[in-house]
């Protein structure tokens, strides 16, 4: 009995448990209110349902919440250009490799070209909030703006496309596979991260520059550098994700790619359990914090909300989350819990 | 100045942090015009008893009483309506905030709706003129000294209308003068039949002020006492449960027999920065205990961070083992070899949120670079190691570390460096805040290291102690450093002298 209490007070108390009961709930609402949701086919050799629906949709806000979760983590801002960079990151590789029937350019340089192009954007970004110590959000805030404008210059205000088919490879299947493909770049990005973070000691040094950058600094570590990676790291995250998006529809709007995206990223860090004000963090709880929110989106979808509906109803449910996961309910949960336990507690007496 | 009856009551208090007892069955009993002593050692339950009285901590059995009425104290605020306020050892206030702002936040004179600032700054300014401190209260409260912004927040507190005074450390960073001036303070408000708790490891401001002590140990109540009936010796030996070994017994650390042949470890030329300290000459060799005494202000941390790099130097040089140092951020320094514990723990020195044993390898790892992790058994082992060693006491390694009281906190700190193994250490006030046994031991420490071979820069505000560990003295005055004495010189008069600004030989 009582071994079995520590157990379950070790599981509650476990930083990605609030998180995973989020996500749950999503599901099971969708388990009442759509019982096919669980249901996956093959139809055209591809594997095909909800579920498939929301990992494969969500691949992109992984991979930006992970690089958000860092930049967090490191210097209690956040990041809010990555929507607008991921757009500039697409206008370049439409730019790279042209309209017309065949590619322009090589393939793998409409990869690097805007991944180089993500890690000016973060550079900049970095450069302003760690070196010249400019606010987080005001830093980024100017590519946030600008970003667009620069992708707007580059594609000339056009929505441009991309004809080869192979272009879409990336953003929907490679031929013969039937999983979606930026479900393996969501994979190979948290597990290329998650393996950085525990063989070298930038876990450590990232939250101890989160927590205390003066301590962090007098005892050796170059708080400025490390978070300038992080900003570098969350840019080229954000430019990966803008490929995944271009790919999708084989063409680049700059207007819409990435269209309010950092709030989802942002958002997804916080779902996560993971305080916006920096230090500890995880990058599973990011993880599954991108994977509930596009959960939720597809959720609503098959409700059969409208578009222009969806922010309300996510919103509402948002709240629940943030709320469910505040130290509020955990320190209500324990006052019920003992004053079961002990009858009236000398608190209640009063 | 009579005593009167009791308005403070706290009734076998318990409480417990991940399963370690805190505080178990603690009594306290605090009456009006009276200064009451809480004294213990680290972790003897003073900190978290006096939380639990501001509502900052909740217990979890027990009864608090003001004025023979229970009450609860979920939150300090609440706790203030109660009537009880505080002032702690750390100081929490707003830096970027106006001296003024800082003694009204939350209650701030209004008019129309919006803050009288006129009548503000007035307020402010007759409060502390009535408590003899004159600065500007429009300015912020970062351009002050720590023992100014420690002034504030007790003027804080005793603006705040109270029944019950808390002061937690309120000493540590004053100097005698301004500890004079805080006694007169707590004397007045004691007349007017408040009753104050002060929490302090100087046992002689203890003797001079207080009415009664309360000893805790081990989260556990020892007794209550009247001063003139506890011997110092006895109190002494209350706090550590056990006989008292007397801090006389470390010998003054004499390098002299061997200072012509030791080796010169650093040797700084005319090294300074603007603003922070005048160039000076410094030779520290192997086996020196080196301390820097001079009042509060008067360039002591500076020149320590100068030497470090935590304050990038702009005249002069610096060489270690004959070798030119040119460092430019504190990793260049730990990569030579050298430590330096900062004056201001809780700023500067933990990392909160991380466990002991992260706090303890950082400084390892940071020298180590990013690439090379050091393995988690290895990690285990050093924490262990060190953990043993200081005596530092945690509920395991993995404990975050601010949850830890101050004097352990500084321990790990102290056991981040000594992993380093450095041949120089700069400590800066590693005793402040310390109960006297991890104060003694950390002396102790500091004059080991220097048998072995280390060179130490050693300060603290408390001259007594560099006294027993110091072989050489520096003396600073106005950023400058304006005398060296050795040895035998090395008198409590001497210094005073050349502090005075005497004729420092």
């Known amino acids: 009995m009582k071994k079995s209490n520590i157990k379950s007070k070790h599981i509650i108390n476990h930083p990605l448990f609030l998180p995973l009961v989020c996500l749950l709930l999503v599901l099971i609402v969708n388990l009442i209110q759509t019982p096919s949701f669980f249901k996956i086919t093959i139809q055209n050799g591809v594997l095909y349902g909800f579920i498939i629906d929301i990992i494969n949709r969500s691949s992109g806000l992984i991979i930006m919440a992970v690089g958000m979760t860092l930049v967090v983590a490191s210097s209690g801002g956040t990041d809010i250009s990555v929507g607008a960079v991921s757009a500039l990151a697409g206008a370049v590789c439409v730019a790279v490799l042209g309209t017309g029937e065949s590619y322009r350019m090589p393939y793998i340089i409409s990869l690097l070209l805007p991944l180089i192009a993500g890690m000016v954007c973060g550079a900049f970004n970095g450069f302003l909030v760690s070196y010249m110590r400019v606010q987080p959000m005001v830093a980024t805030l100017i590519l946030f703006t600008a970003g667009r404008g620069i992708a707007q210059l580059i594609t000339g205000s056009f929505i441009l496309y991309v004809k080869p088919v192979q272009f879409q490879y990336l953003g929907s299947f490679l031929p013969n596979v039937p999983i979606p493909t930026p479900c393996f770049v969501a994979t190979f990005v948290i597990l290329i991260t998650w393996l950085t973070l525990k063989y070298t000691s930038l876990n450590m040094f990232i939250q101890s520059v989160g927590i205390n950058p003066k301590a962090s600094h007098l005892v050796g570590l170059n708080s400025k550098m490390i978070t300038f990676f992080t900003y570098v790291f969350c840019s080229v995250c954000a430019a990966g994700a803008g490929l995944i998006s271009v790919s999708r529809t084989a063409s680049i709007d700059a207007n819409n790619v990435g269209l309010n995206v950092e709030l989802d990223a942002i958002l997804a860090v916080a779902i996560g359990g993971n305080s916006l004000s920096g230090g500890k963090f995880s990058l599973f709880g990011s993880v599954i914090g991108a994977i509930t929110i596009q959960a939720l989106t597809t959720t609503l979808y098959a409700m059969h909300v409208s578009a222009d509906q969806l922010p309300l109803y996510k919103a509402i449910v948002v709240i629940i989350i943030v709320a469910l996961q505040s130290p509020e309910p955990k320190r209500w949960y324990y006052m019920i819990k003992s004053g079961i336990s002990s009858g009236r507690s000398a608190r209640e007496a009063n | ?505």
């Open chain 2, 1 to 505: 100045m009579k005593i009167g009856g009791e308005i403070l009551t706290m009734h076998h208090i318990s409480k417990s942090f991940l399963g370690v007892k805190a505080l178990s069955n603690v009594d306290f009993t605090l009456r009006a015009g009276e200064i009451h002593a809480l004294m213990g050692e680290n972790g003897a339950g003073k900190s978290t008893l006096i939380k639990v009285l501001t509502g900052a901590e909740e217990f979890e059995s027990g009864e608090i009483r003001i004025a023979g009425k229970p009450i609860i104290n979920r939150s300090p605020q609440e706790a203030q309506l109660n009537g009880i306020s505080t002032v702690y050892q750390e100081i929490n206030l707003c830096p970027n905030l106006s001296v003024a702002e800082n003694l009204f936040l939350g209650r701030q004179p209004q008019k129309h709706g919006a803050i009288d600032w006129k009548t503000m700054y007035k307020k402010a300014k007759e409060a502390f003129e009535a408590l003899d401190i004159n600065i500007d209260v429009t300015s912020t409260l970062d351009n002050y000294s720590l023992a100014i912004q420690q002034m504030v927040a007790i003027a804080r507190a005793v603006d705040i209308s109270s029944r019950v005074l808390i002061l937690d450390e309120p000493t540590s960073s004053l100097d005698d003068s301004e500890v004079e001036k805080l006694f007169s303070i707590m004397r007045k408000l004691k007349e007017c039949g408040l009753g104050i708790i002060f929490v302090t490891h100087f046992i002689e401001q203890v003797y001079k002020i207080c009415d009664r002590i309360t000893v805790l140990r081990n989260g556990e109540l020892v007794g209550e006492y009247e001063v003139g009936n506890l011997p110092r010796v006895q109190l002494v030996a209350r706090m550590m449960g056990k006989d008292f070994e007397g801090l006389a017994e470390i010998k003054r650390h004499e390098a002299g027999t061997e200072e012509d042949n030791a080796a010169t470890v650093i040797e700084a030329r005319g090294l300074g920065c603007t603003g922070k300290v005048k160039p000076f000459d410094l030779n520290v060799s192997k086996g020196d205990v080196i301390g820097i005494s001079g009042l509060l202000g008067s360039g002591r941390s500076e020149l320590a961070r100068v030497i470090y790099g935590a304050d990038k130097p702009d005249t002069g040089e610096l060489k270690m083992n004959d070798k030119k140092l040119d460092i430019r951020a504190p990793l260049d320094a730990v990569r030579s070899g050298i430590a330096f514990l900062p004056e201001n723990r809780k700023e500067e020195g933990v990392i909160g949120d991380l466990s002991v044993r992260e706090n303890i390898v950082l400084a390892l790892q940071a020298r180590k670079g990013i690439f090379r992790l050091l393995g988690k058994k290895e990690q285990e082992e050093f924490t262990d190691r060190y953990m043993d060693i200081l005596k530092i006491k945690a509920s395991d390694r993995e404990a975050p570390v601010k949850r830890l009281s101050g004097g352990n906190q500084q321990k790990v700190v102290l056991a981040r460096w000594l992993l380093t193994n450095p041949d120089f250490l700069i400590l800066d006030e590693p005793t402040r805040g310390i109960d006297i046994g991890t104060k003694n031991e950390i002396q102790r420490l500091i004059v080991n290291l220097a048998k072995e071979g280390k060179a130490v820069i050693f300060i603290s505000s408390e001259i007594e102690e560099m006294l027993r560990t110091c072989n050489r003295m520096v003396v600073m005055r106005d950023s400058s450093k304006v005398g060296e004495l050795s040895n035998n010189e090395i008198t409590q008069e001497n210094i005073m002298k050349a502090i005075a600004g005497g004729n420092a030989s």
